[in-house]
């Protein structure tokens, strides 16, 4: 079971590597969806929770590098 989780990790890491832009682009736009949905009550939230999983996609893709 080790080994399948080292092999998805793999597989995110390149992912991550390869099209990180297209996918903090594509976070930025889900939280704009969702903060409209939500009136603007959570911006803040949403906009930290944005950031964080931007963040990680950066971070993962840099560790493929």
Not at 27 to 38: M, Q, S
Not at 44 to 63: C, N
């Amino acid at each position: 079971m080790f080994d399948k989780l080292k092999s998805l990790k793999g597989k995110a890491e390149e992912v991550a590597g390869a099209h990180g832009d297209k996918i903090t682009d594509g976070l930025e736009k889900v939280g704009e969806f969702v903060d409209g949905r939500t009136g603007g009550k959570h911006s803040d939230k949403i906009d930290s929770g944005v950031e964080k999983a931007q963040d990680f996609v950066e971070r993962l893709g840099e560790q493929k590098d």
